[in-house]
Structures are given as structure tokens and as C-alpha cells.
């Protein structure tokens, strides 16, 4: 598929960390950091509504033909038995040995029609497969448009809070439908045919919608104009990435894609730049399978389901009765924390920057996790919650340390010699912590 592929990178650059380590953070949506600020943006998905624009920064999968439930089917830890069209799933997938590539959010359009829409790893996964294997499908796949600089085939909006439902009843034409959770069905709005997805974030209720882009300025008028009188606000770039934290969603762990000759034929296929992620942070391996979770630590055991075959099937089987490690809440020390920012207004050298209030300096982040001085686990997507004035991140841990209550500490910094152009010179300290639920608040969806 391409003259420098992923295994030509890695080949080239000596082993996949020395690849994919301190490579920075490429620019994560089209829209501004902030559109009023980012503190009244976060308060507006708990105390009125956030109107949030998806349409930028995810890749998009459309497949279709008699072999495309079968493609899902194989390659998806999901049962599928009951999943008509019109409704919505969060799909996972696991390479061979049953470690975690991806996951995204699939949608039943039509007969044989699908429409899947995450980060890049379980498309690329998918197409391979669907490419390579004997299916009959036809497979689209659309880049993430803030790299392409292209306009996306669809717009695609969200609307959450306290107030999400009743500017939805305002915004469409007619009646809003009465929808399960993760059913869609058409609707208008300002004449205009949208997907309306019964959906949530951050625990709060709301919806999600899309349609041909071409209609997104009328569209996104007619919301904005129907939350005006609740306080819509439009989440920026800054506040919509934090709203994960309270969720309990990891939004990128590495794909475990980079080893192992179960997967060397993808890599070849895969070009070099679909597969470029960088690692950062404390956690330093040299191992790339260090960085690899499973769909079990994180949570997804309960979407798992053995009642039919997909790849990595038998490691999940042999998994999910023992697991190792469990995904976790830290609530980060707010006194720690302080520590960090008063560094820089004292002589010496600083602590690692903390940028509030999503700190990111690597798309795949991995902060060492301590308890009595020994590695118990890696903490990753972080951020500061204004409403709950703390700092937390979510983690996968040891089970013996994932109990809510337990004090670890967080590692926070890059390895001695890190030459990741988005961290300045530091020194690595230790940040107090202690473990919570996931999710971290009360799901209200």
C-alpha cells in the first residue's frame, strides 16, 4: 500500500520506542483552544449545556456490502446478535494475542451499510483485514480532516448537560424521537436530514447528530440559536479533550500493533505515517509490549462477549477470569500539584510544565505509577476538572493497588535524555495520589 511502511520505520529507526518516542503531539482539531474560556465551557456540560464539534479530529470508516457484519464479527470483541439498524455500539478490537488496537463507535446505517468513527488504529486495522481477507465489501476511509486539511464528509455536533434535551426539542423540526441509549434515527433540522444518536459525556445527558457537511453552518446555527436562551457554550479544544477523565474513557492507548509477527503482514501494508504515535512521559520500557493494555484493563470486559470467534479470542478467554491490572481513577495531591507551578517561580531548575487543563506532550502518555517505591502501573490521560477542583488522570494499576482509597504516586516528567520538542528542561518529581472509581462521577446519561 506504500513504499515506506510501518515495518520500513521501524526497521529504520532500530525498535518501535526508539520510533515512536518523543515525536510530540500533532495539532488535535481544526477548532480554537478556547471560544470564551475553558473553565465556563467545562461548568456548561454540568450546570446548563455544551454544544461540542467532533467534526475535525476523528477518522471515519464506511463499510458496506453482504461481508460487512461478518468483517465486524471477526475481528470485534462485541456480540452483534440484536444489532439492527439504527443502533450504536462501541467496537474493540484485539490483535492476536489479545492485547488492545482499538476502539471506536459503530453505527448500523442500512442493510450491509456501516459507519464506524474513532482514531485511526481500528480502521486501519479494519481495512487491512477487509483488503486482505475474502470479504465482499467495499471500504472507505477518511483521514482525520485537521491533517488533511480537507473538509470531512460529514459535520458531526454534540449537545450535553442539563439542558441538552430541551435545546434538542427546539432545535429539531417536529418531535425529538424517544431513543434508547445508542439508538440514532433521522430527524431535521432546518430542513436538513441529520443522524440524531441518543449519546452522553462526561456522565451528563445529551445527543449526538451528523450529517452531510455541506449543511453545517445552517445546522450549527439552528443549535446555537435554540441554546441561547440555557447558556449554550461551545466547548473549545482545551475543554472538550477533559470531559474523558470523568467518563473513564482512554482515548489512545498505544496499539498493539508494533511487534510480534502475528502482525508483520499489517505492518507492511500500513503507511509509515498512519502509524506514527508518540509516547511520552515518566513510564520509560524498552520493550514496546511495556506500553501495550487489554481490552479486559480497560474495562471492556463487560462489553465482551465469547459467543462467537474473533481474533484474540483465547488470551481474552484465559484473561478475563484473573486479570492483572484494572483501570482506575487518581485523584491527583492538590498540594503536590501546587508544587509543580511554584517551581517555576522559584531559582533553580522547574518541574515538568503542567499545562492545565489538559496537560499533552505526546499523543500515547505514560506516567510511571509507584507504591513503596516499586512500579504498580502507568497513569495516562490526565486533566483538571474545574467542578471538582483536582487534577486526576486515568491509570491502569496492579489489581493489588487498584482499590479505591489506595495512595500511590505518580512519577511526573520525561526520562533522562528526552528530546520531545514539546517539554522543556525539567526535573522529574513525584506527585501524590489517590485511587477512585471508574467513572470518577455519577453516569447520568
Known amino acids: 500500500m506504500s513504499s515506506h511502511s510501518l515495518e ?14 518523543d515525536l510530540g503531539v500533532a495539532r488535535f482539531t481544526a477548532l480554537p483552544d478556547e471560544y470564551t474560556n475553558w473553565i465556563d465551557e467545562q461548568k456548561s456540560w454540568a450546570e446548563s449545556v455544551a454544544f461540542a464539534d467532533q467534526s475535525y479530529h476523528m477518522t471515519d470508516l464506511h463499510v458496506e456490502g453482504p461481508d460487512a457484519l461478518d468483517l465486524y464479527r471477526d475481528h470485534c470483541v462485541n456480540s452483534f446478535e440484536g444489532f439492527d439498524v439504527g443502533k450504536a455500539k462501541q467496537m474493540v478490537l484485539a490483535n492476536p494475542n489479545g492485547y488492545f488496537i482499538g476502539d471506536a463507535i459503530l453505527f448500523h446505517l442500512d442493510d450491509e451499510e456501516f459507519l464506524s468513527v474513532g482514531a485511526a488504529p481500528s ?18 476511509f477518511q483521514a482525520r480532516p485537521v491533517g488533511t486539511r480537507e473538509d470531512p464528509n460529514n459535520f458531526r455536533f454534540q449537545v450535553q448537560g442539563p439542558d441538552a434535551v430541551a435545546v434538542m426539542e427546539e432545535t429539531v423540526d417536529g418531535d425529538v424521537p424517544d431513543l434508547g441509549f445508542f439508538n440514532f434515527a433521522p430527524v431535521e433540522i432546518d430542513g436538513h436530514e441529520v443522524n440524531l444518536l441518543r449519546h452522553g459525556m462526561a456522565g451528563e445527558a445529551g445527543y449526538e447528530f451528523w450529517g452531510p457537511y455541506e449543511f453545517e453552518p445552517e445546522v450549527k446555527r439552528a443549535v446555537l440559536d435554540a441554546g441561547e436562551e440555557y447558556g449554550i457554550e461551545r466547548l473549545g479544544s482545551l475543554s472538550y479533550q477533559t470531559a474523558n477523565v470523568l467518563l473513564g474513557w482512554l482515548p489512545l492507548p498505544l496499539p498493539a500493533v508494533y511487534s510480534g509477527e502475528e502482525m508483520a503482514e499489517f505492518r507492511e501494508w500500513l503507511p509509515a505515517r498512519r502509524g506514527m504515535l508518540s509516547i511520552g512521559g515518566s513510564f520509560d520500557a524498552d520493550s514496546i509490549e511495556e506500553y501495550y493494555v487489554t481490552p479486559v484493563e480497560l474495562g471492556y470486559d463487560r462489553i465482551t462477549n465469547f459467543d462467537h470467534d474473533f481474533v484474540g479470542k483465547e488470551a481474552l478467554e484465559a484473561e478475563i477470569e484473573n486479570p492483572e491490572r484494572k483501570k482506575v481513577t487518581l485523584k491527583w495531591d492538590g498540594d503536590d500539584v501546587v508544587d509543580v507551578h511554584r517551581s517555576l517561580f522559584e531559582a533553580g531548575e522547574t518541574k515538568k510544565y503542567l499545562q492545565l487543563p489538559h496537560p499533552r506532550s505526546g499523543a500515547c502518555p505514560y506516567d510511571q505509577v ?17 467542578q471538582e477542583r483536582s487534577m486526576l488522570s486515568l491509570a491502569v494499576l496492579d489489581v493489588d493497588y487498584a482499590e479505591p482509597g489506595t495512595e500511590v504516586t505518580i512519577v511526573w516528567g520525561e526520562p533522562e535524555g528526552s528530546q520531545n520538542p514539546k517539554v522543556a528542561a525539567h526535573d522529574p518529581t513525584e506527585i501524590r495520589a489517590t485511587v477512585h472509581p471508574v467513572p470518577y462521577k455519577e453516569d447520568r446519561r
Open 370 to 386: 509507584l507504591a513503596d517505591g516499586e512500579s504498580v502501573g502507568v497513569s495516562t490521560d490526565k486533566s483538571y476538572i474545574y
Open 123 to 140: 480502521h486501519n486495522w479494519l481495512e487491512f483485514n477487509a483488503e486482505t481477507g475474502d470479504y465482499d465489501v467495499d471500504v472507505e
Open 8 to 21: 520500513d520505520a521501524i526497521r529504520s529507526a532500530g525498535s518501535p520506542v526508539e520510533l515512536l518516542r
